[in-house]
């Protein structure tokens, strides 16, 4: 087992739009940009097999972020790469990752090309605090979110006029809102608006789903939050940074 904590980030310059300040060997007008998410027991040589998987095959790794927690024997990784994808076919890209997942028993081995995978459907549960919701939006109005956002809910009551509503309403996205209170959280009613979605994004919304929810529905769910936990939580974490004296 692991008895110390491991993170790894690493982050090259843009080029193109994804990375690398060096001259790559792809050509430019055929570049196209994977990430693959890796989860499994911790052992010696996984970062290898998974850089010589994409190297092989003619790939340049832009940034991995590689992170084992203390006392805990899991690895979690999270690669961004190029590569040609007339070189490297995508049901191939899908069999590579596979037979590394099979070698070190992973439990979760995702790889996604937005160029050429189908988008995910989402979901966006929000509060009153818009900063999160509006950031994401624009992501996604940008390209920078490849995704489609099916439908905003929210515990908040949005006029008509306002910045949020107006924006959904130009791009065709439905706004729900439910009134929550401590005795009812309208979870029931949200998973039916979810159903059919790939996962759900929280954009800060300041309520903590039960684990009957969670259950129910069954796939990832992201937390946008201004906290940092699990060390500072509440509402107002800058000012316990302060009181803590970092």
């Known amino acids: ?22 001259k790559s060997s792809l050509d430019p007008s055929s570049i196209t940009h994977g990430i693959h998410v890796f989860q499994c027991p911790d052992a010696v040589g996984i970062v290898a097999k998974l850089s010589e998987c994409i190297a092989s ?14 006392n805990k024997n ?9 590569f040609d994808p ?6 191939q890209m899908d069999e590579d990752f596979l037979r590394i ?58 006029g008509p006029d306002t910045h949020v509503i107006r924006f959904l309403e130009r791009n065709g996205i439905p706004y729900h809102y439910l009134h929550t209170t401590k005795e009812n959280k309208r979870e029931e009613e949200i998973l039916d608006l979810v159903q059919n979605t790939d996962f759900l994004v929280l954009a800060r919304y300041m309520q903590i789903l039960s684990g009957k929810f969670l259950q129910s529905y069954g796939k990832d769910i992201i937390n946008i939050h201004h906290g940092l936990l699990p060390s500072f939580k509440g509402g107002n974490p800058s000012k316990q940074i302060l009181l803590a004296g970092f």
């Open 1 to 22: 087992m692991n008895l110390t904590q491991r993170r790894v980030s690493s982050r090259i310059p843009q080029v193109f739009g994804f990375g690398r300040s060096f």
């Open 57 to 70: 095959r003619g790939g340049n790794i832009l940034g991995a972020d590689i992170f084992v927690p203390q």
């Open 74 to 82: 899991v690895f979690y990784s999270r690669s961004e790469f190029i």
């Open 86 to 91: 007339v070189k490297w076919p995508r049901v």
């Open 101 to 158: 997942s099979k070698m070190f028993d992973a439990t979760r081995s995702v790889v996604r090309v937005p160029k050429l995978d189908p988008k995910f459907k989402i979901a966006v549960i929000a509060s009153k605090q818009e900063h999160c919701l509006i950031d994401l939006l624009h992501s996604w109005q940008d390209g920078r979110l490849p995704v489609d956002i099916t439908r905003v809910i929210s515990n908040h009551d949005r």
